[in-house]
């Protein structure tokens, strides 16, 4: 009969197919057993390799992610004291901070090795089921540049934060200023960043708003003190009583571990017609100058006591009572002055 005319069920160039219906002599068989055994076959192989692939770049990146922690050694940051030798410290938050940076850039190349191998994997698969991917790709394409074009602040941000974290610019803990929002660093992520300011506001800043970035906790902060005295003041014995304040401070068992140079008075910073100012500073421990400025004030102002040095004040303009006379006739006019009337 002609409805049991049946062509060839196998294609000549697929041998599974050919071999089923030549063993079991059943053409329906032989054309199911691609669908039933060898695309499953091919799909669980294609899922198999796509997370051996991603196991092995993994690792990849976690040993990158090592070295880079562990990287050369920490900075060492030099000083030439007074005398001829030549201090040197390490501070242990570089190592720290380096570690921190290594982490999250780790987490971030391994968020997009994941994503590109399991597109690959898929693509492969819808390809091996039979369905044309080339009109899949030109849709996606189409699709991509239309929300590039829709949401354009959300890719600026997520650009911007890639670049946030590969450049090192802040991490958690850092202490930073963001323009609009001051404040600590509680959370660092690819479309906003969430500091928390001095009186426990919390702010979420998106990156891409991001214009500039002052980071006061990355290798060494410096504790800068302005003190302001009176002209009458002799400035050599005020320099001499600072540098001995500030040696204290630097020679203070607390304070050895943060203040990583010898303090220097710079002298004289400002001068106006009130009051001469000198600059005192302290290099320190990132995070730490704040610290020390409050013990340096209290320690200048106990031993300014001591030594009679008195900090200026605002100079006092006195108004004699026939000044003052006169002010006030110049400004009420000379009837009002004198008491007299008209009328």
Not at 39 to 64: F, G, Q
């Amino acid at each position: 009969m002609p409805f049991l005319d049946v062509k060839p069920a196998c294609e000549q160039t697929d041998g599974w197919c050919l071999w089923v219906e030549e063993q079991t002599h059943n053409i329906w068989l032989a054309k199911a057993s691609d669908w039933l055994v060898v695309k499953p076959l091919v799909l669980l192989s294609l899922l198999v390799i796509a997370l051996v692939v991603r196991w092995l770049v993994h690792r990849l990146i976690d040993r990158l992610a090592q070295r880079a922690a562990e990287g050369l050694p920490s900075p060492v940051l030099r000083h030439r004291g007074t005398g001829s030798a030549e201090t040197t410290v390490a501070p242990a938050m570089v190592s720290g901070r380096r570690v921190q940076r290594a982490e999250t850039m780790g987490s971030l190349l391994k968020s997009i090795a994941s994503i590109v191998i399991f597109t690959i994997t898929a693509i492969t698969a819808i390809a091996e089921v039979g369905y044309p991917v080339g009109p899949l790709i030109a849709s996606a394409g189409i699709v991509g540049v239309a929300l590039g074009f829709g949401a354009q602040s959300l890719v600026k941000d997520f650009l911007s934060g890639i670049f946030m974290i590969f450049e090192d610019q802040y991490g958690v803990g850092d202490v930073v200023d963001l323009g609009e929002a001051v404040g600590t660093v509680e959370a660092v992520g690819l479309r906003v960043s969430r500091l928390r300011d001095v009186e426990g506001t919390v702010w979420y800043v998106r990156n891409g708003e991001i214009l500039r970035v002052g980071n006061q906790s990355q290798n060494w902060a410096r504790t800068v003190i302005d003190v302001p005295v009176s002209h009458e003041e002799d400035l050599y014995r005020v320099q001499d009583v600072l540098r001995e304040v500030a040696h204290g401070v630097w020679e203070d068992e607390e304070f050895k571990p943060v203040i990583i140079e010898e303090p220097e008075v710079w002298g004289v910073q400002e001068m106006t017609p009130d009051w001469i100012t000198v600059r005192v500073t302290l290099k320190t421990a990132p995070l730490e100058q704040w610290a020390v400025a409050r013990e340096l004030r209290e320690r200048i102002k106990a031993r300014f006591d001591v030594e009679g040095i008195e900090l200026a004040r605002p100079a006092r303009v006195l108004i004699h009572r026939e000044q003052r006379a006169h002010a006030t006739l110049a400004a009420t006019g000379p009837d009002v002055a004198t008491g007299s009337t008209e009328g």
